[in-house]
């Protein structure tokens, strides 16, 4: 199994400033990687898929990128409605395997 | 307008097998490259994907969980089911079905039904 594991484990930031969460993957795969926000009692949120590419309807101030074994999700001009837990999931090999998630605070 | 609603019982026993039935509107399972997956959360912990079927009846399963799940579906009734024996008290989450069309992420996914397992 692709074991997933993302950093920081939690983040508490100001209104406008700028989050990235990072995500690392124990072994490489191609651009496979989806990007989920979930706020409480709620279903997961599609964000991002194939590394970079945004979701119909999601803000562009969320973006994402990288490659192998590392990716991130930046937030730019954080905003409160964005205080949600994320996670990103290896979407290339069965099992599918999700990161343990962010937790992101607004302060 | 897809939709799926997630439906069973929200308490079993242990040793007892859950059955939960995905219904889903706005897509049809016979369609090419259309597959609907279960994925849990126990409650303050990470999503796990558990099971996915696919339109031509291809099924996939994580497997930690294999030997105790069964997924199957419904065309006519749209519907997916997922069956896990021998139930825990570490099974205890809430269980979702998602949509997925000719990619393994998940667009559209259900509300989500809680299942606790408790004598």
């Known amino acids: 199994d692709i074991q997933m594991t993302q950093s920081p484990s939690s983040v508490s930031a100001s209104v406008g400033d700028r989050v990235t969460i990072t995500c690392r993957a124990s072994?490489?795969?191609?651009?496979?990687l989806a990007w989920y926000q979930q706020k409480a009692g709620k279903a997961p949120k599609l964000l991002i898929y194939?590394?970079?590419t945004l979701q119909s309807g999601v803000p562009s101030r969320f973006s994402g990128s990288g490659a192998g074994t590392y990716f991130t999700l930046t937030i730019n001009s954080l905003q409160p409605e964005d205080s949600a837990t994320y996670y990103c999931q290896q979407a290339s090999a069965f099992p599918f395997t999700f990161g343990p998630g962010t937790e992101v605070d607004i302060k | 307008q897809i939709t799926l609603k997630e439906s069973g019982p929200t308490l079993v026993k242990p040793t007892q097998t859950l059955t939960l039935t995905c219904s889903f509107s706005g897509f049809s399972l016979s369609v090419s490259r259309v597959g609907v997956a279960w994925i849990r959360q126990p409650p303050g912990k990470a999503l796990e994907w558990l099971a996915l079927i696919y339109w031509d009846d291809d099924k996939r399963y994580t497997p930690s969980l294999e030997s105790r799940l069964t997924i199957t579906k419904d065309t006519s009734k749209d519907q997916v089911v997922l069956t896990m024996t021998n139930m825990d008290p570490v099974d205890t989450a809430t269980y979702y079905c998602a949509h997925t069309h000719s990619s393994t992420w998940w667009a559209y996914w259900g509300q989500g039904t809680l299942v606790t397992v408790s004598s």
């Open positions: 194939a590394t970079s």
């Open positions: 072994q490489g795969f191609g651009p496979w």
